[in-house]
């Protein structure tokens, strides 16, 4: 059970907006420490999508969005494409764990 | 162009070790803190061991702790995971990455992963 809960698929069609939670608790998103947001493919490792709850790294679309309230995060994606289809990772830290903590991932099909 | 490329993984039975090496090229090793994550088959990801740019701290996490050793070596531009009383639970893709310092534990560029099968 990750300490990050995310749901494990959302789905969407083209050109629509698909958001994907990271729920935490008041010893991590809540305890104020940043999200960052990663996009992996089969077989691929880990890409940063989104750092530091809304920042996008040079290159990313800005088609991908971050926020964060309380002990929640959440990305958000618009304008969905058939290459978007991949699994999405939020991860923060846990000052209660003192450990980085990754949500289980959310697989994103589209349709 | 930053690159980091792990090597040393294998199948291993349990009990067994290895030492995975990342080598890195493109940037300041020196200055980053670098990472190991792992991910086991079909699962998520999971940050094992983190160490600051001059190797003086190590963060690892409990589940690998007493087994797993990160190092590195600034004039090699590499860094290390001792692994040792592999379990069947330790099989899964392991990446080194580097820790982008823009934030808290964002990490920027990945390794392509180097896999780890424990099984007799």
């Known amino acids: 059970q990750s300490v990050l809960t995310q749901p494990p698929s959302v789905s969407g069609a083209p050109g629509q907006r698909v958001t994907i939670s990271c729920t935490g608790s008041s010893s991590n998103i809540g305890a104020n420490y940043d999200v960052h947001w990663y996009q992996q493919y089969p077989g691929i490792a880990p890409k940063l999508l989104i750092y530091g709850n809304n920042k996008r790294p040079s290159g990313v679309p800005d088609r991908f969005s971050g926020s964060k309230s309380g002990t929640s995060a959440s990305l958000a994606i618009t304008g969905l494409q058939a290459e978007d289809e991949a699994d999405y990772f939020c991860q923060s830290y846990d000052i209660s764990l003192s450990v980085v903590v990754f949500g289980g991932g959310t697989s994103l099909t589209v349709l | 162009e930053v690159q980091l490329v792990e090597s040393g993984g294998g199948v291993v039975r349990p009990g067994g070790s290895l030492r995975l090496s990342c080598s890195t090229s493109?940037?300041?090793?020196?200055?980053?803190?670098m990472t190991w994550v792992r991910q086991a088959p079909g699962k998520g990801l999971e940050w094992l061991a983190s160490i600051k740019p001059d190797g003086s701290e190590k963060y690892t996490v409990d589940s690998v702790k007493g087994r797993f050793t990160m190092s590195r070596d600034n004039a090699e531009n590499s860094l290390f995971l001792q692994m040792n009383s592999l379990r069947a639970e330790d099989a899964a893709v392991y990446y080194c990455?580097?820790?982008?310092?823009?934030?808290?534990?964002?990490?920027?560029?990945w390794g392509q992963g180097t896999l780890v099968t424990v099984s007799s």
């Open positions: 493109g940037f300041t090793f020196s200055t980053y803190w």
């Open positions: 990455a580097r820790v982008s310092g823009r934030s808290s534990y964002d990490a920027d560029y």
